[in-house]
């Protein structure tokens, strides 16, 4: 694929998901009516998922109908040139009204990711990349932090309940005695959006599924932040574990995540 033909995703995916985020924004406002419901543990989908991840998925195939598309909620596949998308990214904080969810969109060319989107519809901020050509929120060039010690650090660890609870407490106690304030805000998209952006110094889950960390993974990089390699070794589909980082802390934080060598 050329680059003239990564662009023309990237413009297209940063309009599709500020449209996205509108027809979002409209459930969550309670302009259309919609009900929710658990699929496990603190694990929330509602009709507005899927309406949104409909929209995505339909303007892809309109516009690029040779790509294929990987949606949390509907499914798809991963071919040579695939979508990866999380139509609403933090639906535990959107059902119940709370203004921290986003739209996520990441596009990858043999597995690597070379596009990532994530639209907050709530501040109306666009964060996006292209492989190469840094990071962005709305117009402005972003930088990840320029912290250089943990104990003066703002992170944030993602817990969900698939994970182990008492691996998760572990790490969160071994983050809080090295000095760090820890947060979960409960999107992880946002979060990695906003590590890319300065505004968290770091941020690390346990595990990730590929829609909710692909383009914020990009985005911190581009950023110039640093990533612990993903995804884990069942592959792509399978995700893995998440550190994102600025890269004065990142070392501290790979030896107090304990997350395998690499």
């Given at each position: 694929m050329t680059?003239a033909?990564?662009?023309?995703?990237?413009?297209?995916a940063?309009?599709?998901a500020?449209?996205?985020?509108?027809?979002a924004?409209?459930?969550?406002?309670?302009?259309?009516?919609f009900?929710a419901?658990?699929?496990?543990?603190?694990d929330w989908?509602?009709?507005?998922?899927?309406?949104v991840?409909?929209?995505?998925?339909?303007?892809?195939?309109?516009?690029f109908?040779?790509d294929s598309?990987?949606?949390e909620?509907?499914?798809g596949?991963?071919?040579?040139?695939?979508?990866?998308?999380?139509?609403?990214?933090?639906?535990?904080?959107?059902?119940h009204g709370?203004?921290?969810?986003?739209v996520?969109?990441?596009?990858v060319?043999?597995?690597?990711?070379?596009i990532g989107?994530?639209?907050?519809p709530?501040l109306?901020?666009?964060?996006?990349?292209?492989?190469g050509?840094?990071?962005f929120?709305?117009d402005?060039p972003?930088?990840?932090?320029s912290?250089?010690?943990?104990?003066?650090?703002?992170?944030?660890a993602?817990?969900?309940?698939?994970?182990?609870?008492?691996?998760?407490q572990?790490?969160?106690?071994r983050?809080?005695?090295a000095?760090?304030?820890v947060k979960?805000m409960?999107?992880g998209?946002?979060?990695?959006?906003?590590?890319?952006?300065?505004?968290f110094?770091?941020?690390i889950?346990p595990?990730m599924?590929?829609?909710d960390?692909?383009?914020?993974?990009?985005?911190v990089?581009?950023?110039?932040?640093?990533t612990y390699?993903?995804?884990g070794?069942?592959?792509?589909?399978?995700?893995?574990a998440?550190?994102a980082?600025a890269p004065?802390i990142?070392?501290?934080?790979?030896?107090?995540?304990r997350?395998?060598a690499?």
């Amino acid at each position: 694929m050329t680059a003239a033909e990564v662009d023309a995703r990237a413009r297209f995916a940063r309009s599709l998901a500020r449209e996205a985020g509108a027809l979002a924004r409209r459930y969550f406002l309670r302009e259309l009516a919609f009900s929710a419901q658990a699929k496990g543990p603190q694990d929330w989908v509602s009709a507005a998922d899927h309406e949104v991840e409909a929209l995505i998925r339909a303007q892809l195939r309109s516009a690029f109908p040779s790509d294929s598309m990987l949606g949390e909620e509907d499914g798809g596949e991963l071919g040579a040139h695939a979508w990866i998308v999380d139509p609403i990214d933090g639906t535990i904080n959107f059902v119940h009204g709370v203004r921290y969810w986003c739209v996520s969109i990441a596009f990858v060319i043999d597995g690597e990711r070379r596009i990532g989107v994530i639209y907050d519809p709530s501040l109306d901020e666009l964060f996006w990349a292209v492989r190469g050509g840094g990071a962005f929120c709305d117009d402005a060039p972003i930088r990840a932090s320029s912290c250089m010690r943990v104990d003066l650090s703002l992170l944030c660890a993602g817990y969900v309940p698939r994970h182990s609870l008492t691996e998760y407490q572990q790490l969160e106690r071994r983050l809080h005695e090295a000095g760090a304030a820890v947060k979960d805000m409960g999107a992880g998209a946002l979060m990695l959006a906003h590590v890319a952006a300065g505004r968290f110094d770091a941020f690390i889950e346990p595990h990730m599924h590929p829609w909710d960390a692909l383009a914020g993974l990009l985005l911190v990089e581009e950023s110039g932040g640093r990533t612990y390699p993903y995804p884990g070794p069942r592959g792509l589909a399978a995700g893995g574990a998440v550190l994102a980082a600025a890269p004065g802390i990142f070392d501290d934080l790979s030896r107090l995540s304990r997350y395998p060598a690499f």
